[in-house]
Structure formats: structure tokens, C-alpha cells
């Protein structure tokens, strides 16, 4: 099954004007993806009736076989791992992603950005980890690949007991994390050293792993999703690791 499970509509200031759910279905339907799932964000100044007229938008949509989950990216406010919005919100929705990566905003608490690059991953290091035991979360968007956007790191920072530690983790608590295809293409060549860094150390610890684009443009809906998912299965992923909301509601349909 090939699933986008990361993407933004214009509820998100981030994403394009155009990104309606009407639109963005049809680019999924055009990249052949089998399902998708839309994930605004959820800031504390965010109306979260959002998430209900995305819902509503999608039920006014003619039937297709392109699954499509309502989620959310919630912000990781502190160190220890909590969310923004609340537990009611929480289960109007699909499933419940956050990432860690959002420490330029006022609301979360982030690393002290005088100390070494060292330093600074550590601290989402635990950041990560802790959020990966929150109870409420089933996934995790973009771990370590979005600070190391931010901050502009480089793979070979991060210390293979962490990505262990992480992956372990995630397997006991069932919290998938995701491989972003923007991260693992570059210019549509494989990139090497997040695959050797993080992404084959993931694949041995059994955690489930989600697949995702973060597409703020329809462009970049469903892109490489296809050359992702057969490049995990061909690194010793299973079909089971690779995680969907399904696993948690047997899917929603138009």
C-alpha cells in the first residue's frame, strides 16, 4: 500500500493557497498513491475546527478508492514530551502525528542554541523520546531530519546508540516514525548518508515506520512515495512495518 501521510492544506499557513482537500485528492488520485493523509497544523492560536471542515469537505467529495485520513502535526511543547490541543481534539481525528523541529516558536521549548552541535541534538534526542511515550501520539513526523534542516546538521552527527534507542522505543509503544521522501531523495539520487545513518539502523530495530512527502505544494503530493516504500522493502523493511492509520480504523474511504 502506498500511503503519503504527511501533507498540509491551506489551513496551514505553510501550504499553498490552492491546497483545498478537493485538490489535493486529486493530485494523490494523479500520483497513484493508494491513501493520504492530510495533517495540519494545530498551534495554540489555531481554531482546531479546521479538522472538522476538512472532514466535511472530504464528505462532499465523489467516491474513489483513494483512502484519505484526517490528521494533525501537533507541536511538541516541552522537553518531556507534551502536546499541543487536548485529548478531546485529539480523537475527532484519524491519527495524531508531531514533529519535533519547531523550537524558532515562542510556545516550545527548545535547546540552548549557544551550545555545540552535539549538544543541541542531544536535546532533541530526548525531546524525541520522550514524545515517542506520550500515550496520545501515533506518530512521530520528520525525527532528527528536521532539526537537521533547521539547524543545518549533518547525518553523521547523530550517534547510532540514539537511533537505536529511538527505534526501540517506537516499537514498544507502537509510535511509527516517519521517512520523509525529501529526505531520503536528493535531486532524485538515494541519499546515501541519511540511508546509512538512519534510515537502515531504523529498519533493523522492527519499529514501524511511516512514509510521508510534508507537501506544502500539490506538485509534491505523492512524490517518490512509489521508489520510498520499495527502497524500505528492499533495505528489509516488511509490508507489516510500514505503518498507515488503517492498522488503527481499517482505513476511511470516499
Request: charge should be negative; charged fraction near 20%.
Amino acid at each position: 500500500m502506498l500511503v503519503d501521510l504527511h501533507m498540509h492544506s491551506n489551513h496551514s499557513r505553510c501550504a499553498h493557497e490552492d491546497n483545498t482537500v478537493q485538490t489535493m485528492v486529486e493530485a494523490a488520485v494523479s500520483a497513484g498513491v493508494d491513501g493520504i493523509g492530510i495533517t495540519d497544523h494545530l498551534h495554540p492560536h489555531i481554531d482546531p475546527a479546521i479538522f472538522a471542515d476538512n472532514r466535511s469537505q472530504l464528505s462532499k467529495l465523489t467516491e474513489t478508492d483513494l483512502k484519505v485520513w484526517i490528521g494533525v502535526e501537533l507541536d511538541v511543547t516541552t522537553l518531556s514530551g507534551e502536546l499541543t490541543g487536548n485529548p478531546e481534539i485529539y480523537k475527532s481525528l484519524d491519527y495524531v502525528m508531531a514533529g519535533i523541529h519547531h523550537y524558532h516558536l515562542d510556545w516550545v521549548e527548545g535547546p540552548d542554541l549557544s551550545k555545540s552541535p552535539t549538544d543541541i541534538l542531544y536535546f532533541a534526542q530526548q525531546n524525541l523520546i520522550n514524545t515517542i511515550r506520550n500515550p496520545y501520539l501515533n506518530a512521530i513526523g520528520h525525527p532528527w531530519v528536521g532539526v537537521f534542516k533547521v539547524f543545518k546538521f549533518s547525518c553523521d552527527l547523530l550517534k547510532p546508540e540514539w537511533i537505536e534507542e529511538a527505534g526501540v522505543e517506537a516499537r514498544i509503544h507502537q509510535t511509527a516514525l516517519e521517512i520523509p521522501a525529501w529526505a531520503m531523495f536528493k535531486d532524485d539520487a538515494i541519499n546515501e548518508d541519511y540511508l546509512q545513518h538512519v534510515v537502515r539502523p531504523l529498519i533493523k530495530t522492527g519499529c514501524p515506520l511511516m512514509t510521508g512527502t510534508d507537501s506544502h505544494h500539490l506538485v509534491n503530493i505523492g512524490k517518490r512515495i512509489d521508489r520510498l516504500t520499495d527502497l524500505l522493502l528492499l533495505e528489509g523493511a516488511t509490508e507489516d512495518q510500514i505503518w498507515s492509520p488503517a492498522k488503527l480504523l481499517g482505513g476511511r474511504k470516499l
